[in-house]
């Protein structure tokens, strides 16, 4: 396992991040504590730090899991948790981002977690109603009392998180460092603003659903889909998705390695400081998980998957990429300006 710096900070963290939403049964698909004791010590002694949990997963087991694995060695760990969805149904103040939400989440996470700190703070979804200088200043007086190091935004428009740390660094706050999306083959619309936007930023970028809820193991088809339990990940499979599924197979039979390899290598290549997180059931996911670590993709590959893979561009990238509009903002000069693809 190598290391990152986590974006615009000196944090050193593994290039694998362990996502723990799958420790607790409550929601009927999880791994057992002795099943979730296992994965965390594989990953961990293959060199892994960074762990990635919520105040909602498992209905909060998943962090007392994480804070009862950590606490031999708790300074190790870089302990990554977030706060924004509802625990108390019909309360409109126990879900959400503002302020009040905010400090009581933080506090019912540090003692699920067992820990005076959190190394990373995730706000985990935009909610469209509260101000972004309370949220900012609301994180900010918690790192100042050493509550948490760094903070993140997870599933949030980019402008909005351009708009954030704008703010932040005129008025002198912490500014986020982080950036949490979908991405993977299955659906790239990242690429449109939130990856130009995370390069630009310098933010650290942790994808979920790398292997689009299972699709890019080849174990579905057009009449098969996840259980009900993951439908928010993939809630219907495109027959679109299934050709890029073959073709991420026709890879993995070439390099002799598996789907679920070949698709978390080939986010694992895309520019910026990109951190996927790999989550498992079984201990036999993660090794294979781990094992993507051991080769990297051609660049044959990559356009093979690139090609299938390919999204439509939406206004105003269609209107931008359009050769003629090209030719009229640059006069023929593009090739000849060194930092146009840097900053796209």
Known sequence: MKYKLFGRSGLRVSELALGTMTFGEEWGWGSSKEESKEIFDLYANAGGNFIDTANRYTEGTSEKFVGEFISSDRDHFIVATKYTLFTRMNDPNFCGNHRKNMVRSLEESLKRLNTDYIDLYW??????????????????????????????????????????????ELQGWTRFVGLQIKYSLLDRTAELDLLPMARYFNLAVTPWSVVGGGILTGKYSKDSRPQDGRSTVIPIIKEKDLQIAEVVKQVADEIGCTPSQVALNWVRKQRGTIIPIIGARKIDQLKENLACLEFDLSDQHIEKLNNVSAIDYTFPHSFYNNPRMRELIYGGTESQILSIDSLR
Do not use: C, F, M
């Open 123 to 168: 706000l985990h979804a935009w909610d469209y109603t509260t101000p972004v200088d309370e949220i900012l200043r609301g994180l900010d007086d918690l790192i100042r009392q050493g509550k948490i190091l760094y903070i993140g935004i997870s599933d949030t428009p980019a402008w909005i998180v351009s708009h954030a740390n704008t703010l932040a």
